[in-house]
Structure formats: C-alpha cells, structure tokens
C-alpha cells in the first residue's frame, strides 16, 4: 500500500501519497452527495476516541464512515465519561480497543499521544488532532479545498494568519504545501510564530517563506489566506487583545486590498478574527472545509482498510 | 411536497398536513414493531444535537433512524462536551453539521433557536425543543395517541393540566388541537396559565376553551386528560408546593369521578403528579405514548426526506 | 429457548446454560474477525443505558452488535447527561426505552438494579453491571478466556487476588465457577474477602476453596491467576497501601515460583496491582479477554434476541 498503516502526521507524508490521498477523496463526491450508495467499508467498525472533546472533528470521522456503510463506536469525552480511562495508560486503552475497531481516530491533548497510540495498535490508527503536534485530517482536507478551488497546490501565495505557535493545523498544513512549490507568508503577532522545526521544513524544500506581523501587506499578493484564532489568554498582556484584534481581522476592507482573488480558510469555529461580511465573498471557502473534511476522511478510512488499491 | 422544509413548530401546519403525518406515522407500525424490514432512509445521515440534554427524545429520534436503515450522529450534550461550540454561533455551528447530515434534529434552550437553525440549514431542521417555544413532534405523537386510542380527534373534550405556562409541548399540542373540532380546558394553578398566543389561537379558531383552577371538576366531562408537571422552582411561595401537590394529582381517587372514561397521557417524565396507581387503568396512555413518539418521528424523518410522496 | 429471557446473573445459570453461550461466542470468531459477514441481527436496535460511565463495557457491547448487523442507541452516562431522568424511577425509564431498543444492556450502581430493570422490561435487559452483585457478560468472558487457554473448565486450579469484596466480576465468575469442578483460592488481604454467599455457593456444590492472604504460596499450584484491583480509598490505614502493594503485586518474579505455567487474567484496567513486566509472558491473557467479551455479547445478543436456535 501506498501510504503507511497509521496517519500520525503530515510531517513524513510525501507529495506522491498527498496526491494519492486527495484524488480518492476527490472520487468520494458521488457518494457523499448520495448520488451513489456505498458499502465499501461495510462489516467494519471505527472507534472515535476523544480524550479532548472536539464536536465537529468526531463528527466528521463518524459521518465518513456511515457513508461508506461502516460502523462507529464513539467516546466523545473519554476523560470525563470514564472514569475508569483516568488512571490507565494510553497503552493499555489502545490495546483493549483494538479489539473492538477496526480503525481508530484519536484525539488527545498530549503531543506525540496519536504516534505513541499507533505504536501499541493492531490496527490502523488516524491522528485527529494530538496537543500541539499535528492535525494530520485537517491538513490534507485543506489541501483538498485549496486545489478544488485553485485548480493546483504548485505555484501558489499562500498567507497563514493568527496564533501559528499553538495551532496544530497549521503544522500540518505547512507540512504538507511544503511538498509543492509555494511562497508561504506566516502572519502573527511576535511571540505567536510557527513552530522552528515548520521553519526548518520550508528552508530544507527551498520554499519561498516569509515571517511578518503586517497583514495587510502580506494579503495583497496571497492566493490563498488562511485564518486561525488568536487565543486571548495565550496574550501576556490584556491590552494586547483589544489592539491585535483590528491589526489580525480578516474581513472584506482587507481584502479589497487584495489583487488576487484570494480564497478564505479558516478551521472554524471562528470568534472573532473573520469578519462574517466575508461570508458572502465568493472567495470563502470556509463552510466548504467541513465537506471536503468528509472526503478527506472517507478517503482516509477506506485507503488504511485496504479497500483502495494502488 | 405537502409539508414545508423543516419542522419548527405545529402553529402553522394545518389540518391536512397534520393528518398526512398521522397516516404516515400510523402505516410505520410494521417496520418499528419488526415484522417489516425497511431499508427506505439507507445511506442518509441524521444529526442529533442537543444543546438541553434529553436522553428521551435523542433516543427516540436515532431509534425512528435506525428503524428506517438510516445512520446517526449525535451530540448528546452540545454545550458540556464541545467547548469549541461555546464561542460559536449557532448559524456557523449549522452551516457546519449540514456538511454532515442529511436533516438535523435540534434541542435548545433559547425559544426560537430552531427556526435560526433552519433559516441557515441546507437540510431540513427538526425542532426538537426550543425555549418555551415549541417541541411539535412531542404534539404530534400525543394527536396520533389519541388518535389511535379514541379514534379521532374532532369532537373531543381535551383536559391539560399542570404548569401550562412553561411547558412547550402543551403549546404544540394546543396549536395541533386547534386545527380540530375540539374542547379544551386547561386546568393550572394561578401563574401558570397557558400563554396568551395559545389562548388567541383556540379564540381565532372558534373552539371552546376555558381556563379554570378547579381539576376535580373538570376532570368529570373529559375525554382527554393531560398531564404535566409543575415546577417547584418556579413557585413564588415554598408552602404553595404542598398544598398544589393534593389539588393538581391525578390519581384513580380523582379519575372514579370522570364519566367518560378518558384516556390520561403524560409527556413523562413524572414526577409525583400522576399516582402510580393510575397505571393499570385501561385508559393509561403514557406508556404508548413513547411508542407513538418513534412512529411519529419515523414518518417525519422519510417525508422532509423526500422519501413519502404525497 | 435454553436461556431465561433477561441476564440478570450467573447465579442461576447452570453448566449446560453456560456452556451453551461459550460454544456460540466461540462460533462467532469468523464473523468478529471480518472473514465472514454477518446480518443476524439486522434490523434490530441495542439500548446501552449506563447510569455509571464505563466506556470499555459500552463499547464492547455496542461493538458485538455492529458485528451482528444491528442498530445501537446509546447513553454513556445517564446521570450526568440526563436531567430529567434524575428524578425519574427506573421503572418508567424502562418503560420507555423498551419501546424504542429491542434489547437493552443496563449499567447501575445499584446492587439489584439490572434485576428490577428487568422486571419491567418487554424487551430483554442484560446485566453490564450492577453496584457489587454481579456482573455477568465479564464472568461468562472470563470463562470463555479460560476454556480457550487451558481447553477445558473442569479439574482447574484457579486463584483470584485483590479486593473480592467489592468486585462483581469476581462473584459472576466464582457463581459460573461453581458449577464446574474447580478448586478456587480467593487470595485478599484482611477485611476483603469474597462475600459470605460466593463462600456458601462453593460449599454447597463441594468445590475445594481456599481463603487466605498469602499470594505466593497459592500461586504455585495455580493453573488460573485472576487479578483484580484493591482499591486504596477503601483501605482503613492509609499506610496499608504501600504494604499491600508489595504483598499482592502480580509481577515475572511472582511467576517464576508458579510450577503449572499460570494463565494470568485481569479484568482491566489495571493500576499498579499487575506488573508491565508480565505483558510478554505467554499466559498473559488479559488483553484476549477484551476480545473475548465482544464473542460472548454477540452470542448473548444472538440467544436473547431468538435468533440462535436450541
């Protein structure tokens, strides 16, 4: 099989097995649109195990999986539901699991828990998001709508704004553009820029990459901007807050500077920092994410249980 | 279609309509008592999401889904365990979840948030419960209990009694009530009248209604006895509790007097309201009315569906 | 049909009962495994209602009857998702939920509660748990677990260590024990001991059986090592702890003194009381146990639901 057994990260996925992945989710339309029934997965079982509660993120895995005529077992607030979970190695969970799904999707506060969880199943396990590490899912459904709307990942001016530092997206994305030729321009205030080893990835590939606090300057060449909060209390001063948010909000007086036509992403939910003037811009790509997620993630499923070949 | 895109309230569906739900809800009886496979909802998605958890309703709503080959995802408690839904509006939450569903079933705490939900929806929303609002698949399975148990719905002598004010399936019941030839009495403790609207509506309509504090009195003539819980909480004077618990109590003591043999339906949970020794009375129908519950939400899934023509 | 209608317990199972569920949980192994597909129980809805979260116990259930074809609804944690259903008996909630799920799996911390579930229930209700009585989908896996390690239930020595006061999974498998040619030695320290009825059981049916506080001298003969928690808030002295920790550790070292290459069991999870050093010994069974409870609750759904003939 093309892609390893567990997705734990973009970091190690190469340009080939992105294009692999995109190009099955993008034939899962059909199906998705309930133009064409599937039972593909059939017989088979995800787990959702959510050590940190994300809503919209299970959700998705879950829909992409009944959409494919599979299963799901879900613990939507493992730490909170199970009281028994609390004082059991990661481990250990892992290895009674396994006997249950066929697939697991993980999400869990701790950074490396995804890998470490992968290290102990039998069966194949999908990174939903693990501390401040990688978003694996994320990345390539980003991915995904950047090249359904573009046409192309190559030769692309791609802008990254808000709080870098913390947002595991954002590795996940920068890890994955970093296998096609792009100038990437990472907007945030001091204090909030990407993590070095994301630095170092772009210098390695010999990408164009940029670190500024000015986004106006930076969104007037972008093809693409991408959105991320700002978390107030990861600010060293209150005062800050009220100041970043005029100089980090992305709503149409900004992007009538823009000469490109940009597209707008945003991982959601969004508080604050995209102005919902944007919504009606023919650019917004926000509300497209959450479908695309779904056939990332069908695709995803059904390529780690060996029912697409390649 | 005969019913509009989704189901916010049953203060504007009329008789017809109505009617065709019943007759919808009545020929499901097969597939939920299973002597009838159905595969008709196959491959179509529904979401369950409870901002107010209500173990009872979710469960009715996935069962109605499953029994129809259909698949569920859930949120059991929105607010508790999706910490990034906080912050979010419930139109970008919406715009979210219809990437996922195929129809949403929502319960919220705000009156009117399930018609908010709709006007942002691509899919059908069904009001699972809004504020004080309305919960209108809760009035449609008590019109078809006592429907099924009576064998119509003109010509009746409805009794509600209990907190009529802050119960929202009372509204629904009423509106739904309205569109037949009926008499209503709603019995309540001063304060807890129903809402002035519910009281125009019976006045537009032309049915006999009458507001009284007198159970034991109008309890002789019924036919349909509903009952509902009153707060405690929401009594001005502790002392009152005690003292309304002996006046508002259906219990057989109370029922000997009736004349009619009415049914007696409760939205359950009780608690203290209605005796337990009421529940070997022949006229007993809260049991059913759970019963009725799947069979109403079954039809209402397959026909904003577009799977029922009409 | 061999079986009563509910699982209350094994208590009243007797050998021929037993052995009946082990041998179609044993059939059941091509179906979990995926090589062979199963629609047994299609159409058919499984209710998991834990008044006390245990996600482990839910998901295994929920998994046997996906494996089976059936439907699931599901509250993970009844009390705290629930409000209405606080003050709501058990009784009525029964009554409702056995109006949507064809079966229902009840865990309670009530001793009794799965009994008196059962008692109003028009569907069958089996037992995950209830209070310190029993246990018994974990008892009949634990049998399964130990008839396909050692091939046989009869003429086995079995030791079981830890706090046998308050773990009902021990009293279901000492109750299914007892009817089979055992010699069991219960091995605790002082003030938890098994409950005096699992004492009174093994001596109305002959079986040899032992209580006392030295683990490594009843380990040496052992053919069955099965372990449990001892859990510190119930501790006297919180001193005690640190001792007993020592006293009752299942660790190689212990091993290495048993002359009859014990099977060690643990009904998981585990915290301190069974060493990591134990994962790789041959007999370490106790991550089969997980897989053996999904066959097991896909035979009992298959009896219990009628569709396994006998």
Same mark, same amino acid.
């Given at each position: 099989?093309?892609?390893?057994?567990?997705?734990?990260?973009?970091?190690?996925?190469?340009?080939q097995q992105i294009e692999f992945v995109l190009d099955v989710a993008q034939g899962m339309e059909p199906i998705a649109q309930g133009w064409q029934r599937s039972d593909l997965l059939k017989g088979t079982i995800l787990a959702t195990l959510f050590f940190e509660p994300s809503t919209r993120t299970r959700l998705s895995f879950e829909t992409a999986m009944l959409r494919l005529?599979?299963?799901?077992?879900?613990?939507?607030?493992?730490?909170?539901?199970?009281s028994a979970w609390k004082g059991e190695s990661l481990a250990d969970t892992i290895r009674t699991v396994d006997s249950y799904a066929d697939i697991i999707a993980i999400r869990h506060a701790t950074s490396g828990a995804a890998g470490e969880a992968a290290s102990h199943s039998r069966v194949p396990v999908l990174n939903a998001g693990d501390g401040t590490n990688e978003h694996p899912t994320q990345g390539l459904l980003d991915l995904l709508t950047i090249r359904r709307a573009l046409g192309r990942l190559d030769g692309l001016s791609v802008v990254m704004v808000g709080d870098l530092k913390h947002t595991r997206s954002i590795n996940s994305l920068a890890y994955g553009l970093s296998n096609f030729d792009v100038r990437v321009t990472f907007v945030s205030p001091k204090g909030f820029e990407p993590a070095q080893p994301i630095l170092d990835r772009m210098a390695e590939r010999e990408?164009? !990459? #940029?670190?500024?606090?000015?986004?106006? =300057?930076?969104?007037? &060449? +972008? $093809?693409?901007?991408?959105? !991320? #909060?700002?978390?107030?209390?990861?600010? =060293?001063?209150?005062? &800050? +807050? $009220?100041?970043?948010?005029?100089?980090?909000?992305?709503?149409?007086?900004?992007?009538?500077?823009?000469?490109? $036509?940009?597209?707008?992403?945003h991982h959601l939910p969004r508080v604050g920092e995209l102005a919902?003037?944007?919504?009606?811009?023919?650019?917004?790509?926000?509300?497209?994410?959450?479908?695309?997620?779904?056939?990332?993630?069908?695709?995803?499923?059904?390529?780690?249980?060996?029912?697409?070949?390649?």
């Open positions: 099989m093309l892609l390893p057994k567990h997705l734990v990260g973009l970091k190690d996925l190469n340009r005529g599979g299963g799901v077992i879900s613990v939507a607030d493992a730490l909170r539901t199970s990408r164009s !990459c #940029r670190v500024t606090t000015d986004l106006r =300057e930076a969104v007037r &060449d +972008a $093809e693409v901007i991408y959105v !991320c #909060r700002i978390q107030k209390e990861r600010l =060293e001063h209150a005062e &800050d +807050a $009220e100041r970043l948010k005029g100089s980090y909000l992305v709503d149409m007086a900004l992007l009538r500077d823009a000469r490109r $036509e940009p597209i707008v992403m919902e003037d944007v919504d009606t811009y023919p650019g917004a790509c926000y509300f497209k994410q959450p479908w695309n997620g779904v056939l990332t993630r069908m695709a995803l499923l059904a390529i780690l249980l060996g029912r697409v070949l390649r």
